[in-house]
């Protein structure tokens, strides 16, 4: 398994290596997103209460759609950011963006 290592010599000089292979650059970038985008959707509020909550019809259906359309958003966005990943050499994976919709007014 490859690694990413950054490091910094007596003389002061830095040097950047990395050993990962595409397919391990790109799992990792997707692992990364993957948290991000669960840590979005808990950040607006959309946890399993309110998903539960949500599908027993405890919320209000304009609550429901705003948050159905928020994650539904993220999904969109994280396909497209996969699309671009897969398209990225090893190289380039690291500064492929992830653009996330934002989060929906009032939460």
Partial sequence: MGSKNY??????????????????A????LERICE???DKILEAGYDEVWQRNA????????????????IANLRTAYHDYKARLLTATRDE?????FVAPPVPEGI
Avoid: C, M, P, W
């Fill in 55 to 70: 599908a027993l019809g405890v919320i209000s259906q304009d609550e429901v759609e705003a948050g159905r359309s928020f």
């Fill in 7 to 24: 490091h910094k010599s007596l003389d002061g000089s830095y040097s950047f290596s990395d050993t990962r292979t595409i397919e391990e």
């Fill in 93 to 97: 994976a690291d500064a492929v963006q």
């Fill in 36 to 38: 991000l985008i669960t």
């Fill in 26 to 29: 790109q799992e990792e970038n």
